[in-house]
């Protein structure tokens, strides 16, 4: 079974609107971190966000915040005003409790920002 | 303050080749990780080195290994290269004594990998 699901391949959104990028996750352990980044055409991975899964409330960082459903194993990003430079893949990533130090990746979604 | 950074860019090899791929972690880390993104997936974890030893691997074979120097740094060596290694390498960096928490993973730019 998957680990990481992002079930939407490519989202377009206007400029100064709103998006939603949607990512569910499955695992058994009570203790995980599930991560946001943003890879833009030259390649780097760039860290966004992070919600752990014992946080009482929804993680933000200025323009990013996340909707963390933990019953529904969800943590979808949502991007407000969104800019033309937020065009990019977008990962949600998961790293599991204990002695796993892997991040677990999605296939990500690639955001077009039209303007 | 460097960030992570990765050498070469771009490398283009034959198969059955060896390659070597270098990594310098962001300033203040200590661990290193290697992940492999083939074209339109996301990155698929090899392995992370911490006190220079390899703390965790995932689904590779042996043909993939790699090194950690006392200064932090990183090798990635892949031998006898297959069309299917064709990939971007990515590194990554943070901090080993951080158990679970909001401490992320850092990425360099990637060595782009080509195999004729």
């Known amino acids: 079974a998957q680990k990481i699901t992002q079930t939407q391949p490519g989202m377009f959104v206007q400029e100064k609107e709103a998006v939603t990028l949607d990512c569910t996750y499955d695992?058994?352990?009570?203790?995980?971190?599930l991560f946001w980044y943003k890879q833009p055409s030259s390649g780097e991975m760039i860290f966004l966000i992070y919600?752990?899964?014992?946080?009482?409330q929804n993680a933000t960082e200025g323009r990013y915040s996340l909707n963390f459903q933990k019953a529904r194993k969800s943590a979808n990003l949502v991007i407000s005003a969104s800019q033309l430079g937020d065009s990019a893949m977008y990962f949600c990533a998961m790293r599991e409790g204990g002695s796993n130090y892997k991040l677990t990746f999605g296939k990500g979604t690639l955001l077009t920002v039209n303007p | 303050d460097a960030g992570v950074t990765q050498s070469p860019t771009h490398l283009i090899k034959t198969r059955g080749q060896q390659v070597t791929l270098r990594c310098s972690p962001k300033s203040g880390h200590d661990t290193v990780s290697w992940y492999q993104q083939a074209l339109g997936q996301g990155p698929q974890f090899i392995f992370q080195?911490?006190?220079?030893?390899?703390?965790q691997r995932g689904n590779f074979p042996d043909r993939f290994s790699g090194h950690q120097f006392p200064n932090y740094s990183s090798e990635l060596n892949v031998n006898a290269l297959l069309l299917g290694d064709s990939a971007l390498y990515l590194c990554?960096?943070?901090?080993?004594?951080?158990?679970?928490?909001?401490?992320?993973?850092?990425f360099g730019d990637g060595t782009r990998l080509s195999i004729l």
């Open positions: 919600q752990g899964s014992y946080d009482q």
């Open positions: 695992t058994s352990d009570p203790s995980y971190g």
């Open positions: 080195y911490y006190e220079e030893e390899e703390r």
């Open positions: 990554a960096s943070s901090r080993g004594t951080s158990r679970l928490g909001n401490q992320p993973q850092h």
